[in-house]
T-cell receptor
Framework: QKEVEQDPGPLSVPEGAIVSLNCTYS??????FMWYRQYSRKGPELLMY????GNKEDGRFTAQVDKSSKYISLFIRDSQPSDSATYLC??????????FGTGTSLTVIP | GAVVSQHPSWVICKSGTSVKIECRSL??????MFWYRQFPKQSLMLMAT?????????EQGVEKDKFLINHASLTLSTLTVTSAHPEDSSFYIC???????????????FGPGTRLTVL
């Protein structure tokens, strides 16, 4: 079993839709959770960073962490074509070990 | 803040030559830098972790003599692909870890990547 599981998609939604991206994990040592966005042929860009269970909102993006279920989500409201990218979840232990999901490819259709 | 640059962004070289890729943290000090390789439509594959002033730690299956990593300062790490071959053609991405000691997020910030094409 992988440390971090992420559905690779591809996910295709119409413009304006709410997008839900998810990752599950098995290691209880993960305490810090991140979402990165990667456009084609570019390096990943940090979108959200959180370390506690619950929701964290930043503009159209909401990161949700449920440590009891070992499940994290990224919600994108009012999705735009410019949101089309690959979204990577990442997790870090207190011992500073990083693990990345495989990425979910998202296409927002105008 | 937390900007990481990479140079060059794209390099084409002949088989058998060596290529150096630079990774710089522009506005923070990075005690740890990471080097990744990414094939088209695939996820990041960690190659090695480098700590300033010490030898890099390579992941299993990564040849340390082929992929030379130097982390000479808190803002610069270099990856040299020695005797490059067409199978080394890939997208190489570095990241730098910003320490949380300044109240930062203590996470990784990625460079824009370097596309290597070996003819």
């Amino acid at each position: 079993q992988k440390e971090v599981e992420q559905d690779p998609g591809p996910l295709s939604v119409p413009e304006g839709a709410i997008v839900s991206l998810n990752c599950t994990y098995s290691n209880s040592a993960f305490q810090y959770f991140m979402w990165y966005r990667q456009y084609s042929r570019k390096g990943p860009e940090l979108l959200m960073y959180t370390y506690s269970s619950g929701n964290k909102e930043d503009g159209r993006f909401t990161a949700q962490v449920d440590k009891s279920s070992k499940y994290i989500s990224l919600f994108i409201r009012d999705s735009q074509p410019s949101d089309s990218a690959t979204y990577l979840c990442a997790m870090r232990t207190t011992g500073n070990q990083f693990y990345f999901g495989t990425g979910t490819s998202l296409t927002v259709i105008p | 803040g937390a900007v990481v640059s990479q140079h060059p962004s794209w390099v084409i070289c002949k088989s058998g030559t060596s290529v150096k890729i630079e990774c710089r943290s522009l506005d923070f000090q990075a005690t740890t830098m990471f080097w990744y390789r990414q094939f088209p439509k695939q996820s990041l594959m960690l190659m090695a972790t480098s700590n300033e002033g010490s030898k890099a730690t390579y992941e299993q299956g990564v040849e340390k003599d082929k992929f030379l990593i130097n982390h000479a300062s808190l803002t610069l790490s270099t990856l040299t692909v020695t005797s490059a071959h067409p199978e080394d053609s890939s997208f190489y991405i570095c990241s730098a870890r910003e320490s949380g000691s300044r109240g930062g997020t203590d996470t990784q910030y990625f460079g824009p990547g370097t596309r290597l094409t070996v003819l």
